[in-house]
């Protein structure tokens, strides 16, 4: 399970969330909060989209399969 930190964002931005949260595609303030710094973090270059974990998976099966020495 991931810790979490709390943020404050203006009432005014959490409220036009509130008021689309269907049709942005979140069940939540947070969960959409949450997918809009993934995305621009990703987008950087700054996070990964997968796990240390999930990283090492795809390289052993890629070296298992000859694509990688």
Same mark, same amino acid.
């Given at each position: ?6 943020i404050?964002i203006?009432? @005014? ?26 995305? *621009? ?9 997968y796990? *240390? !974990?999930?990283?090492? !998976? ?5 070296? @298992?399969?000859?694509?990688? @020495?």
């Amino acid at each position: 399970m991931r810790k979490h930190k709390k943020i404050h964002i203006p009432a @005014d931005l959490a409220q036009a969330i509130l008021d689309h949260l269907d049709e942005l595609g979140a069940g939540t303030i947070e969960e959409y909060v949450e997918a809009v710094l993934r995305s *621009q973090l990703l987008r950087a270059g700054h996070i990964s989209a997968y796990s *240390q !974990e999930e990283e090492e !998976e795809v390289e052993r099966r890629l070296r @298992d399969l000859g694509y990688l @020495d």
